[in-house]
């Protein structure tokens, strides 16, 4: 019998909208080390910032730090936020497993109500 398929959360538009949507709010992340976005995408946001900050971890030294470069580059399309989490973000969290960002619930945005959270950097 097959498992019953999980529908995960979804922001409006196609797969491929969803995709860049959470790029640019990754790279937002990194430059600014924390932004405040609806409840929905911070928790959407958590697990890719997470990926992506382990894989810049693993990039620091070894034969495979060109690839991981690179697989962080064709995620994120910014070259600059690509530099900053692989030489700034990634060493800081080097002797940490996991657990590299903190959701914070903000309250009711005005106008629409909807749950605001701030996801930072730990």
């Known amino acids: 019998m097959p498992a019953t398929p999980r529908r995960s959360?979804?922001?409006?538009?196609?797969?491929?909208?969803?995709?860049?949507?959470?790029a640019n709010l990754a790279a937002s992340l990194f430059a600014a080390e924390g932004i405040t976005t609806t409840e929905g995408k911070a928790k959407m946001l958590r697990p890719i910032a997470e990926k992506l900050i382990t894989k810049a971890i693993?990039?620091?030294?070894?034969?495979?730090r060109v690839h991981r470069i690179r697989q962080i580059q064709g995620y994120l399309n910014?070259?600059?936020?690509t530099n900053?989490?692989?030489?700034?973000?990634?060493?800081?969290?080097?002797?940490?497993?996991?657990?590299?960002t903190r959701i914070m619930k903000l309250g009711p945005r005005h106008g629409?109500?909807?749950?605001?959270?701030?996801i930072e950097l730990v």
């Open 84 to 100: 900053k989490l692989v030489n700034v973000v990634a060493p800081r969290y080097i002797g940490r497993n996991g657990g590299y």
């Open 112 to 118: 629409d109500n909807a749950p605001m959270s701030r």
């Open 58 to 64: 693993k990039a620091q030294d070894g034969p495979m």
């Open 78 to 81: 910014d070259k600059e936020m």
């Open 9 to 22: 959360r979804s922001f409006g538009g196609s797969a491929h909208h969803q995709k860049i949507l959470m």
